[in-house]
């Protein structure tokens, strides 16, 4: 692992990561909150920001949060959500444009729930 500079890369892209899940956020109604450590992210989402309502019941998979799902696999995305969160987990090996890739396609499955 240290030869691969995994443990420095997480970090790095990490704080990346990090950045851009709040770009996210700013630009998302749907985002209530980011809570992000290393390349660990989650993205809360919400019915309305101001008052946190969440974006769906906690016991009942909703079928927007099921299409948002859709389309991330559909284009290479592997994410899962647990209540309203929704995880975004990259590889401990990815590097910044393929970071940038990927948050591309969250933007755009994120337009699904706004």
């Known amino acids: ?18 950045s851009k899940l709040n770009e996210l956020k700013d630009k998302h ?3 209530g909150d980011v809570r992000s450590i290393g390349l660990f992210g989650a993205l809360e989402l919400v019915k309305n920001r101001k008052t946190k ?11 927007t949060l099921n299409r948002l799902m859709k389309y ?3 284009h290479g995305i592997f994410a899962f959500s647990a209540g309203t969160l929704l995880f975004v987990n990259p590889p401990l090996v990815i590097n910044k444009e393929q970071l940038d ?11 699904i729930v706004d």
């Open 1 to 18: 692992m240290e030869n691969e500079n995994i443990i420095n890369n997480s970090e790095v892209i990490g704080l990346y990561l990090n």
């Open 29 to 31: 109604i749907s985002i």
């Open 53 to 63: 309502e969440p974006f769906s019941n906690y016991s009942v998979k909703d079928s």
């Open 72 to 74: 991330l696999r559909d």
């Open 101 to 111: 890739e990927a948050i591309n396609i969250v933007d755009k499955a994120l337009e």
